[in-house]
């Protein structure tokens, strides 16, 4: 059917389809170059992110196994200091009072300062 049209319009069509085609290729390449790209910056977010989950893997289970024994160690002091006898009960509870107190003085003052 090209034939036909291009036999009806003399030669005008064929320049037409030429440029047209010429244009398409244009934008094939274009659109291959900005595809290379788009896949060099997923590989990329693909090596940051696995080197980002070695670290954490590396350096933060160490962190939460210290946090863990020093947790560890302030319960089984607690313990032993409710565990204890009465006069040790009266002492943790002006401290349970007193921390209550802290964070309501903490709460007011944070709230004052972020005008909230």
């Known amino acids: 059917m090209a034939d036909w049209g291009n036999r009806r319009n003399g030669t005008g069509t064929g ?3 030429e440029m047209l085609d010429t244009e398409n290729q244009a934008r094939v390449e274009g659109l ?3 595809i290379s790209r788009l896949k060099g910056i997923a590989l990329d ?3 940051e992110t ?3 989950n070695m670290y954490m893997d590396d350096h933060m289970s ?3 196994d210290s946090s863990q024994g020093l947790l560890t160690g302030s319960m089984n002091r607690i313990n032993s200091m409710v ?3 009465r006069g040790n009960r009266k002492v943790m509870c002006y ?3 007193g921390l209550v107190i802290l964070f309501f003085i903490s709460y007011y003052l944070v709230t004052k300062v972020t005008g909230g």
């Open 95 to 97: 401290i349970i009072a």
């Open 83 to 85: 565990n204890s006898g």
């Open 62 to 64: 160490g962190e939460f």
């Open 50 to 52: 696995k080197s980002q």
């Open 15 to 17: 320049r037409t389809e």
């Open 32 to 34: 291959a170059g900005k």
């Open 45 to 47: 977010i693909e090596t």
